[in-house]
Nanobody, 127 residues
Framework: VQFAESGGGLVQSGGSLRLACAASRGRLDGYAVAWFRQAPGQDREGVSC????????YYADAVKGRFTISRDNAKDMVYLEMNGLKSEDTAVYYC?????????????????????WGRGTQVTVVS
């Protein structure tokens, strides 16, 4: 499975964006899907994860209450709705999976190494 992210852009502080994750090869349904992000000069960090087995959702403390992860099985898409964006949310956002059906709690997020990293989608939040 390969992943393709979309929906990033330039937004003012306090604004919203919805990121989308699609599988360019294979399908997402049945798999846990996680969102990660990487800001310039920083390590990649987990943002959110959605289990397929039980629908549990996990969020990084920095985004709790502002971001929502969801899945549309009919479209085979996973979304990350981002509200109340802050400058510190500026990063390249990636979706991925280890092809297991469940997430693990942060900071582990996934049981195994992700199978693929896409190109990501840039989110830039300006004041």
């Amino acid at each position: 499975v390969q992943f393709a992210e979309s929906g990033g852009g330039l937004v003012q502080s306090g604004g919203s964006l919805r990121l989308a994750c699609a599988a360019s090869r294979g399908r997402l349904d049945g798999y846990a899907v996680a969102w990660f992000r990487q800001a310039p000069g920083q390590d990649r960090e987990g943002v959110s994860c959605l289990s397929a087995s039980d629908g549990l959702k996990y969020y990084a403390d920095a985004v709790k209450g502002r971001f929502t992860i969801s899945r549309d099985n009919a479209k085979d898409m996973v979304y990350l709705e981002m509200n109340g964006l802050k400058s510190e949310d500026t990063a390249v956002y990636y979706c991925t999976s280890d092809l297991s059906s469940y997430c693990l709690s942060p900071p582990i997020w996934l049981r195994n190494d992700p199978v693929d990293w896409g190109r990501g989608t840039q989110v830039t939040v300006v004041s």
